[in-house]
């Protein structure tokens, strides 16, 4: 792992916050998977799953962060 990337913790959390029932925390939480030291391939199942959930919020959000995370790879 290198020194920008998140743990396993840090990711599982912050995809466990994207189901939060205060939107701001899932905002927050989905801003942060796009940032730096993000695994998108790490995460990206989660938020695969998440395109499936019953809340439209949360589906949106995995779908934002699904997209910026393609848009980083692309620019890589």
Known sequence: M??????AEKLDRLLRRLYCPDEAVRVHAAFRLTG????????????????????????????WVLARLGQARHAA
Do not use: F
Not at 45 to 50: D, G, I, K, N, Q
């Open 2 to 7: 290198s020194k920008m990337a998140l743990s």
């Open 36 to 63: 730096s030291g993000v695994d998108a391939e790490a995460v990206r199942p989660a938020l695969e799953a998440a395109l499936r959930d019953s809340d439209a919020h949360v589906r949106r959000l995995a779908a």
